[in-house]
C-alpha cells in the first residue's frame, strides 16, 4: 500500500560539479518506522536528506515524500517535515522562547503561545527560556534544535545526527521520546556515527561514496555481509592483529577494546587462515559479528570499489 | 497543480518580529546607524557651519592714498581676511590663488585715492577661490558692507556725498573655479538621502548573505516561506532605523544648520518612506545576488560611489557631461535630492514631487522584482 511508506524515492542523485556525490540512492521507509541512515563522513547523508525537502536541487530521481512528489511538491513537504539540520541553524541572537516562537509562526502552528510553552516545558528549560541560544552548551543546542522541529507536529523527521556531542544521559531520554513518537505514528530518517543508536533502529541503510551498499533490519544487515568473526583476547593483540591482517583470508582484524575481531567471509578459510596463531596465550572465541564489524568491512570494501 | 505555498502574512510578520529582535540585539549595527548620520553631520557640519574666518588673502595694493589703506584695515578687522602677503603683479596673485597658498586676492588699483575722490568710483577687485563656496561665502557676502562702511569713517564733511547712492566704489567679485557655487543650504537637506543611501543598502545588503554564512538559512529554507515574505520581512524593520536617521538629520538641520524649511515636512516624510524602500531594497537584491559578506560590501559600496557623485550631492548635475547625467537619472539619490532641496528651500508641493518620486517608486519595485527572481530557494549556488 502506498500510503504506509512515508519516504519513497528511487535513483535520487546530486552531483557538485562533476562530481557525484549521491548516487542513484532508493530509499523506501513505512510510516512510523525509525529508519537509521549511516555511513561514513563525507559519504552523502545530509545531502541526501536534503533532497528529500526540497533544500537541494536534485539531479535525477523521483518518487514520493509523504505522498508529495519529491522533485516538484517540496512547499507541501517542507510544511509536514521537520527537519535538523546537521549544523544548529536556529538564530543564536535569539532566545530559546523566541527561536521556537518564529518557528511556530513560520509553520502557522495554531494555539501558538501554547505550543511554545508546552515544548519548553517538555525540553526542562523552563527556567531558562530567556537565554539566548548562541549561550547554550552543545547538547543544550542539539535539544532546542529538536523541540523546534517538532513544534509545528510534523509527520515526517529528517534528524541529522541529532546526538551528536550529547551527553549518554540525555541520548538515552532522546531516543526514549523518538521512541514515544514513533508509536503515535511519526516517521524518522536519522543519521547517526553511533552503533548502540543504528541498533536501535527498526531498518537502516548504509551509504558510502554516495552509493548505498546494504539495508534491512540489523539482522538482516549483519547476515548479508556474509560474515565470519573470532574474538581473540590475550597480550599483544596489536602485533597479532598486524601479522593476521596478512593472510589473504582475513578480511579484517579490528581492535574493540581489550579483544580483537577478526573477520572472514568464508569460515572455513578463516578457521585455516588464523589456525597457526591459536597455539599462545590467546583465547580465541567464534562470535556473530555485530553492525560494527559490518560496518567496517563495508568501509574497506568501499575505499577498494573507489580506487579501481 | 499549484504547488506554490500561498503568501502568508503571518509568516511575514514572523520575520519582521525576529528581525526587529535581532536588530534589538546587534548594538553594534544599531551604534553604526545612529553614528554615520552623527559623523556625517559633523564632518560636512564644520563646513558648513564653520563660517570660517581669518581666510588667507593677498594684497596687490598699487595706490598709496590713505583710502587704500583704511580699506585694507577694515577687511582685516572684520576677522573674515587675514593678509598673509603682499604682491606686485597680477601673475603673481594668480599664482598664489591657483596653488591655494590664499583664499582671496584683494586689488586696489593705481590712483584709486584719485579716483575716490573724483566721484569715479574706482573698481576693487576680490578674487576668490570658490572651489569650496562654503568656505568664501560669508566672506563675500560681508564686503559690500564693509567696504562701504570703512569709506564712511574717512569721507566725512564735503565728501559725505560720495558715500551716497551706489557706494563710493564698484566692488567687483571673481567667484573663481566654481562659478556657480553651491549654497551651504544645499548640503545638510542633501545629507540626509547620502547618509540613507549609504546605511539602508548596506544593512540590508547583508541580510540573506548573513543568514547563508550563519548556517541559519538552511534552516529558513526548509520552512514553507516565500521569497516575497522574507524580503519584505527583512525590509519593514529597516524602515524605522531610517526614519531615526531622518529625524536626526532634519532635527540638526533646523537647530545646528538653521536650514530653512519652507515646505511641508509631512511631505519630506512621506517621500522618505518611498526612497527608504527604495534603498533597503537596493540592498536585499544585492543581497540574494552576493555570494558572501565581503561581496555584499562591495556592491553596496559600488552603488554608493556613483550615487553620491553623480547624483548631484557633490558636483552641480547640469554640470556633468551627459552620460553621467543618464547614470544620474537612475539612482534614486538623483530624484530625492531634488524633492528634498525643492521642498525644503523652494517649497515645493506635491505636484512637483510626483514628478520625480514615480522614479524613485519604479527603481524599487524593479529592484526588489528583480530580488525576488534571484532570491535561491535551495542551497544550490
Ligand atoms: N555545497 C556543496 N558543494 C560541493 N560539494 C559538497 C557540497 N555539500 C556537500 N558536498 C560534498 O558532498 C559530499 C557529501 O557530503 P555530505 O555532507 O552529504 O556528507 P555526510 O554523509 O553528511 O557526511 P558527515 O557524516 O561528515 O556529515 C562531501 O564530499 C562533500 O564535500
Ligand atoms: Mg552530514
Not at chain 1, 519516504?7 to 557525484?20: A, E, H, L, N, Q
Not at chain 1, 539566548?132 to 529528517?158: T, V
Not at chain 2, 576677522?79 to 590664499?102: I, K, P, W
Not at chain 2, 551716497?164 to 544645499?186: C, D, F, K
Request: hydrophobic letters at 45%; glycine letters at 8%; aromatic letters at 8%.
Amino acid at each position: 500500500m502506498m500510503d504506509s511508506l512515508a519516504i519513497d524515492v528511487r535513483g535520487m542523485t546530486k552531483r557538485f560539479g562533476g562530481r557525484t556525490v549521491v548516487n542513484g540512492v532508493d530509499l523506501q521507509v513505512k510510516t512510523g518506522e525509525v529508519y537509521g541512515f549511516l555511513g561514513p563522513n563525507g559519504s552523502g547523508k545530509t545531502t541526501f536528506i536534503r533532497m528529500l525537502c526540497g533544500l537541494l536541487a536534485a539531479d535525477a530521481g523521483e518518487g514520493a515524500c509523504l505522498g508529495f512528489d519529491v522533485i516538484r511538491e517540496s512547499a507541501f513537504i517542507k510544511r509536514q517535515v521537520g527537519y535538523m539540520t546537521q549544523r544548529f541553524s536556529f538564530y543564536e541572537d535569539l532566545s530559546i522562547a523566541e527561536n521556537l516562537d518564529f518557528v511556530a509562526r513560520m509553520y502557522g502552528v495554531s494555539n501558538r503561545r501554547t505550543a511554545v510553552r508546552e515544548s519548553i516545558d517538555r525540553l526542562g528549560l523552563g527556567g531558562r527560556q530567556k537565554q539566548l541560544a548562541g549561550e547554550l552548551s552543545g547538547g543544550w543546542k542539539q535539544r532546542l534544535a529538536l523541540a523546534a522541529c517538532l513544534i509545528h507536529n510534523p509527520r515526517l523527521l529528517l534528524l541529522d545526527e541529532p546526538t551528536a556531542g550529547v551527553d549518554p544521559k540525555a541520548r538515552r531520554d532522546f531516543w526514549e521520546q523518538i521512541r514515544e513518537l514513533a508509536g503515535q505514528g511519526l516517521t524518522f530518517l536519522i543519521t547517526t556515527h553511533y552503533m548502540d543508536e543504528a541498533e536501535r533502529c527498526d531498518r537502516l541503510a548504509y551509504l558510502s561514496y554516495g552509493n548505498l551498499l546494504t539495508r534491512g533490519t540489523v539482522a538482516e544487515v549483519i547476515a548479508h555481509a556474509h560474515l565470519t568473526t573470532w574474538s581473540v583476547s590475550g597480550p599483544e593483540l596489536h602485533a597479532l592483529a598486524r601479522r593476521l591482517r596478512e593472510c589473504p583470508d582475513v578480511i579484517q582484524a579490528v581492535a574493540f577494546g581489550a579483544r580483537l575481531h577478526v573477520s572472514g567471509s568464508d569460515a572455513q578459510r578463516l578457521e585455516q587462515a588464523i589456525a597457526p596463531f591459536r597455539t599462545g596465550s590467546h583465547v580465541w572465541q567464534n562470535i556473530s559479528p555485530g553492525l560494527e564489524d559490518v560496518f567496517i568491512h563495508l568501509m574497506g570494501n568501499a575505499k577498494d570499489n573507489f580506487s579501481e | 497543480m499549484n504547488t506554490r505555498t500561498p503568501l502568508s502574512f503571518e509568516r511575514f510578520r514572523a520575520i519582521v518580529i525576529k528581525e526587529f529582535v535581532q536588530m534589538r540585539r546587534d548594538r553594534l549595527t544599531f551604534g553604526m546607524i545612529i553614528g554615520i548620520p552623527f559623523i556625517q553631520l559633523l564632518l560636512f557640519g564644520f563646513a558648513i557651519n564653520g563660517d570660517p574666518k581669518h581666510l588667507p588673502t593677498a594684497v596687490l595694493l598699487a595706490d598709496n592714498s590713505q583710502y587704500g589703506t583704511s580699506l585694507l584695515v577694515a577687511l582685516k578687522n572684520s576677522n573674515y581676511f587675514e593678509f598673509v602677503r603682499e604682491v606686485r603683479t597680477e601673475s603673481e596673485a594668480e599664482a598664489a590663488l591657483a596653488r591655494g597658498d590664499v583664499q582671496f586676492v584683494v586689488t586696489i588699483p593705481e590712483n584709486f585715492g584719485r579716483n575716490l575722490l573724483r566721484g569715479d568710483r574706482p573698481a576693487i577687485l576680490v578674487e576668490a577661490d570658490a572651489t569650496d563656496p562654503t568656505a568664501t561665502g560669508n566672506a563675500i557676502a560681508s564686503l559690500q558692507t564693509l567696504i562701504k562702511s570703512a569709506l564712511q569713517r574717512d569721507l566725512t564733511g564735503p565728501l559725505a556725498y560720495l558715500a551716497e547712492g551706489e557706494g563710493p566704489v564698484n566692488l567687483r567679485v571673481h567667484a573663481r573655479y566654481n562659478p556657480e557655487g553651491i549654497s551651504q543650504y544645499n548640503i545638510v537637506p542633501g545629507l540626509m538621502g547620502v547618509v540613507l543611501t549609504m546605511t539602508m543598502v548596506m544593512i540590508t545588503g547583508l541580510a540573506i548573505t548573513r543568514e547563508r554564512e550563519r548556517g541559519t538559512m538552511e534552516n529558513l529554507l526548509s520552512m514553507p516561506t516565500r521569497p516575497l515574505e522574507v524580503l519584505l520581512g527583512k525590509i519593514i524593520p529597516n524602515i524605522f532605523v531610517g526614519y531615526i536617521q531622518v529625524g536626526l538629520i532634519l532635527t540638526a538641520a533646523r537647530l545646528i544648520f538653521h536650514v530653512p524649511m519652507i515646505g511641508s515636512i509631512p511631505l519630506i516624510l512621506l517621500v522618505a518612506l518611498v526612497f527608504i524602500i527604495a534603498n533597503l531594497a537596493m540592498g536585499i537584491t544585492f543581497s540574494t545576488l552576493a555570494k558572501n559578506q565581503l561581496q555584499a560590501m562591495q556592491m553596496t559600496f559600488f552603488f554608493f560611489l556613483p550615487s553620491i557623485l553623480l547624483s548631484g550631492f557633490m558636483f552641480p548635475f547640469r554640470g556633468m557631461p551627459e552620460w553621467a547625467q543618464c547614470i544620474g537619472e537612475v539612482l534614486p539619490l538623483t530624484h530625492f535630492l531634488r524633492i528634498v532641496r525643492g521642498v525644503l528651500l523652494k517649497g515645493n508641493g506635491c505636484a512637483e514631487v510626483i514628478l520625480q518620486l514615480w522614479q524613485i517608486m519604479l527603481f524599487a519595485i524593479i529592484v526588489l522584482a528583480v530580488g525576488v527572481k534571484r532570491y535561491r530557494k535551495t542551497l544550490d549556488e
